[in-house]
T-cell receptor, first 110, second 116 residues
Framework: DAKTTQPPSMDCAEGRAANLPCNHSTISGNEYVYWYRQIHSQGPQYIIH???NNETNEMASLIITEDRKSSTLILPHATLRDTAVYYC???????????FGSGTKLNVKP | GAGVSQSPRYKVAKRGQDVALRCDPISGHVSLFWYQQALGQGPEFLTY????????KSGLPSDRFFAERPEGSVSTLKIQRTQQEDSAVYLC??????????????FGDGTRLSIL
C-alpha cells in the first residue's frame, strides 16, 4: 500500500472550515483514499473514502487531485467536537488491512 | 447495539497471565479485523477473518497471540504469558463485505490492556 504523509498537527477556529492535507505521491491506480478520525479514548471513526472523484457526505468532503498524488479532507464548519487525530489511509481494494500512520492532530479552538 | 462491541473495556493483568479479549462485530458483517494501538501511535494490523476463516495473521507479533472466530460472528483475541510490551489498546473492526472490497471498516472502542 502507498505511504501517506500528513502534518502532525493543525489548528482551526470554531465555525471555520478545516482543510486537512494528505500526500500520497506513490499511489497506484487501484488504491482508494480513506479518512478516519479518532477522538480520545474511542475507536477510529470512518469519515469518507474515494478513488478519483471528489466525494461528499454528511460529515465531510474529500477532494482528490487529478493526478491522485494528494487529497484534502474538508470539514465545512468545524466544531469543538471535531478535535481529534485524523488519519489518511491509502489501500488497494484487493488488500484487507489498513496502514494508519501517525495522522494529523486537529485542534479546534473557540 | 448497532456498532462493534468490545469487552472488557479495561483489563489489568500481571505479567505471565493469559488474557482473552472479546469482539462482537456488527451483525451480518463478513470481515473482522484486530488491530493493536500503542500509546501515541496509529493502530497496527494484527489479523483478519472472513467469516470463520483466518485469512491473514501476518501482524500477530508472536506465537503468544492467538485469535479465533469459530462461528463467523464473535471473535476472541487471546494473549498467553503476557509481557509488559503487550500493554496497548486492542481494537476490533468489522466490514460488511469481504476484505478485498472497498467497503470501510467500522471500529469498536477497544480494550485497554495494562500488564503490570
Amino acid at each position: 500500500d502507498a505511504k501517506t504523509t500528513q502534518p502532525p498537527s493543525m489548528d482551526c477556529a470554531e465555525g471555520r472550515a478545516a482543510n486537512l492535507p494528505c500526500n500520497h505521491s506513490t499511489i497506484s491506480g487501484n488504491e482508494y483514499v480513506y479518512w478516519y478520525r479518532q477522538i480520545h479514548s474511542q475507536g477510529p471513526q470512518y469519515i469518507i473514502h474515494g478513488l478519483k472523484n471528489n466525494e461528499t457526505n454528511e460529515m465531510a468532503s474529500l477532494i482528490i487531485t487529478e493526478d491522485r498524488k494528494s487529497s484534502t479532507l474538508i470539514l465545512p464548519h468545524a466544531t469543538l467536537r471535531d478535535t481529534a487525530v485524523y488519519y489518511c489511509i491509502v489501500r488497494a481494494a484487493l488488500f484487507n488491512k489498513f496502514y494508519f500512520g501517525s495522522g494529523t492532530k486537529l485542534n479546534v479552538k473557540p | 447495539g448497532a456498532g462493534v462491541s468490545q469487552s472488557p473495556r479495561y483489563k489489568v493483568a500481571k505479567r505471565g497471565q493469559d488474557v482473552a479479549l472479546r469482539c462482537d462485530p456488527i451483525s451480518g458483517h463478513v470481515s473482522l479485523f484486530w488491530y493493536q494501538q500503542a500509546l501515541g501511535q496509529g493502530p497496527e494490523f494484527l489479523t483478519y477473518f472472513q467469516n470463520e476463516a483466518q485469512l491473514d495473521k501476518s501482524g500477530l507479533p508472536s506465537d503468544r497471540f492467538f485469535a479465533e472466530r469459530p462461528e463467523g460472528s464473535v471473535s476472541t483475541l487471546k494473549i498467553q504469558r503476557t509481557q509488559q510490551e503487550d500493554s496497548a489498546v486492542y481494537l476490533c473492526a468489522s466490514s460488511l463485505a469481504p476484505g478485498y472490497s472497498n467497503q470501510p471498516q467500522h471500529f469498536g472502542d477497544g480494550t485497554r490492556l495494562s500488564i503490570l
